[in-house]
């Protein structure tokens, strides 16, 4: 192995600097001196951590090379052929689209485009908009509130059980469970592996209610979508119905309500770039972007070389692992301008926070648009937020998190 030694010993893949929040000097400095940076591990092969932008997006728009394939290990940092889709071993479940190679992956993907369409966003825009500003309404102004739970949370899973067209209320046992399958190094969110087993059979339950009901019944949600696919002319099997629902469930929420919490700390911090956002309401499109990418809410996302290959200047041998660090790509000085500023006036923001190439989000579309409208809503009533406590963090590798923000919002006199 051509490996490079860790000079500085930091351990991307140990989620307590994550939880002790991103170190993105140390970042720097390692993606300035080995930008394809090789990660021991302790429990495993070790991988190569791809820190500068367009090293990312070269390997994210070659998937012939760099595969996201469970069975090369699949999307995640530990092996989904060994430890199973959510690390919690015991799982069967199918294997998700984001863990599929061309051509079967595209095929898949396009299932969902329907239910996200431009068409389908312009029709929900207005009760996403309603639903913004009861959650916003119900804060109270210059009093400590915890976002997560009040706002963050909710929002983007009433979104989401309305792309599913299940109940409202259902939105809370979607919140438990996917945090559950994103929390393996979390004790809050997976508590033990008794735990997990319960909060999957759960999951598998309601799945196993709505995969019956949309294959009796479709309709134009994306649950029916992928219920009633074909693939190669066989029909969906539920494994893979619940495999795909679990990439939705967590896809669609763990984002947005991480761009929200981590966008309120950058505005708490930045009063100036509040002011902009609430002042000049032509720049908001712009400014999600820049969120997004300030905040990077996935930190990163996994391949595995298919053969012998280079990235940038460093070898790559055939079965090595690869992770791809968005939260040090959007920091790249060489694509961004005083890349460590927030500056929701930045022009263009051409930014890796949905990733790109072959698995580019497919919810990108819907994440900018509530992003948007709950700002939008929250710089009609408030003038500024602050800091209450030190918010608390999510132990993970994977998701930038917070499971409580307590802040404190100034109401417009
Ligand atoms: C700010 C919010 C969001 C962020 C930061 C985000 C981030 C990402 C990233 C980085 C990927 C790339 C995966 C890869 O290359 O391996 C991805 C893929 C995906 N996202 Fe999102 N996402 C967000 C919102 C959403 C929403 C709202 C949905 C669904 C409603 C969604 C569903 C998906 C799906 C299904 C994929 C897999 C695409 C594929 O494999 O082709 N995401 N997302």
């Given at each position: 192995m051509s490996a490079v030694s860790i000079k500085s010993g930091f351990?991307?893949?140990?989620?307590d600097i994550w939880q002790r929040g991103v170190p993105h000097d140390q970042i720097a400095d390692i993606r300035r001196n080995t930008p394809v940076y090789w990660n021991e591990e302790a429990n495993g092969p070790g991988f190569w951590a791809v820190l500068r932008f367009e090293d990312i997006h070269e390997v994210s728009r070659n998937p012939s090379v760099f595969s996201s394939a469970t069975a090369n290990?699949?999307?995640?940092?530990?092996n989904e052929n060994e430890v199973g889709l959510t690390g919690a071993g015991s799982e069967e479940l199918g294997i998700p689209f984001i863990s599929m190679d061309p051509p079967v992956h595209q095929k898949r993907r396009l299932l969902l485009v329907p239910g996200l369409s431009s068409a389908r966003l312009k029709e929900m825009t207005g009760r996403i908009e309603a639903r913004a500003r009861t959650l916003i309404e119900a804060i109270p102004a210059d009093e400590p509130f915890d976002w997560v739970e009040s706002v963050s949370a909710p929002y983007p899973l009433m979104t989401l059980v309305e792309l599913l067209n299940v109940?409202?209320?259902?939105w809370k046992k979607l919140y438990h469970w996917t945090n559950a399958f994103i929390g393996e190094d979390d004790p809050e969110f997976r508590a033990s592996p008794e735990d997990m087993t319960a909060r999957l059979g759960e999951f598998g339950a309601y799945m196993s209610w709505l995969y019956e009901a949309r294959r009796r019944d479709p309709g134009a949600d994306i649950a029916s979508a992928l219920a009633n696919a074909e693939t190669d002319g066989k029909p969906a099997s539920f494994q893979q119905f619940v495999a795909d629902m679990i990439l939705v469930t967590v896809g669609g929420n763990e984002t947005v309500r991480n761009s929200i919490s981590n966008g309120l700390i950058a505005f708490a911090d930045h009063p100036d770039q509040w002011r902009a956002f609430c002042e000049n309401p032509d720049i908001r499109a712009g400014a999600v972007q820049e969120i997004v990418r300030y905040v990077s809410p996935v930190l990163h996302m996994r391949r595995t070389a298919t053969e012998d290959t280079r990235i940038g200047g460093t070898k790559i041998r055939k079965g090595d692992k690869v992770v791809l660090w968005y939260v040090s790509g959007n920091r790249d000085e060489t694509v961004f301008e005083a890349p460590d500023t927030f500056d929701?006036?930045?022009?263009?923001?051409?930014?890796l926070g949905f990733g790109?190439?072959?698995?580019?989000?497919?919810?990108q579309r819907v994440a900018e648009l509530q992003l948007r409208i709950i700002f939008s809503e929250m710089a009609r009533r408030f003038s500024g937020f602050e800091l209450a406590e030190a918010p608390q963090r999510?132990?993970?590798?994977?998701i930038n998190g917070l499971k409580s923000l307590m802040l404190v919002a100034k109401g417009r006199t």
């Open positions: 351990d991307f893949k140990d989620p290990g699949g999307h995640r940092i530990f109940a409202p209320e259902d929701v006036r930045r022009a263009n923001v051409r930014h790109t190439g072959q698995h580019v989000c497919i919810g999510l132990r993970s590798n994977f």
